[in-house]
């Protein structure tokens, strides 16, 4: 059976969205329920660095500092996907295109080797549900059980319930580092947004639902969009 909502189809799809907006989650789904292939550019750099590829090796710098890896790094990482033997013909794009550079490259490679997007799903949620979303998030640091004090928190405060030790906070999940990494990603992706809408290939998708309704959504768009 045919789990492709395009029918017949190929299904070509990129996703943007801060981080804590649900993209993961959505991208899981995609993935396993419409028989996608995963492209995430933490992943193939990831990859490209243990392989020691002449790109992983320039790329390793960046990462090593904390950096944003260069715009030509990065269409160089995912050129290569999709120059390999097993070029994916269907995929969700996960963390790419990151900026206007990056998308009008990515329309001129993917024009090159004929390839059409189907869509590009912007996941909609408000800084400050994103601030909460990332800041209630706490691990213990001993069995590694995650909490939220808002949606799962502990039975005792800050202690975790298995293993009774005190719980820790990634230096991520604080909130100085949240609004930080979110006015990084307002930079780049507001025009990123306004590229996609001025050729017809955005659609949003409010995340303030649950994950099964947000997926339904997506999939709904999709079958209008064909």
């Known amino acids: 059976m045919n789990k492709n909502p395009g029918g017949d189809r190929n299904m070509r799809l ?27 550019t933490g992943e193939i750099l990831r990859e490209a660095i243990r392989l020691g590829t002449p790109t992983g090796k320039l790329a390793k710098p960046f ?20 120059q390999l033997g097993n070029r994916p013909d269907n995929f969700v794009l996960d963390g790419y295109p990151r900026t206007i550079a990056q998308a009008i490259w990515f329309d001129h490679f993917l024009a090159n080797i004929n390839i059409q997007l189907n869509g590009v799903i912007r996941f909609l949620v408000d800084d400050e549900e994103v601030v909460q979303r990332i800041s209630g998030r706490w691990v213990c640091p001993q069995c590694k059980k995650n909490y939220h004090q808002i949606v799962r928190p502990p039975k005792v405060s800050q202690i975790c ?20 990494r979110l006015r990084v990603f307002h930079q780049s992706a507001d025009l990123l947004i306004d590229h996609y809408r001025k050729i017809g290939l955005l659609f949003e998708i409010p995340t303030n639902q649950p994950v099964e309704v947000i997926y339904q959504s997506i999939v709904d768009q999709l079958k209008v969009k064909q």
Request: proline share 4%.
């Open 63 to 82: 990462i090593d500092r904390g950096d944003l890896v260069s715009d030509n790094l990065v269409n160089e990482l995912i050129a290569e996907v999709f």
């Open 161 to 180: 319930d298995d293993c009774k030790t005190p719980l820790a906070q990634r230096a991520d999940d604080r909130e100085e580092t949240i609004r930080a």
């Open 14 to 40: 990129v996703l943007v969205g801060p981080p804590g907006s649900g993209k993961g989650t959505q991208a899981k789904l995609l993935v396993e329920r419409l028989s996608l292939r995963y492209i995430g």
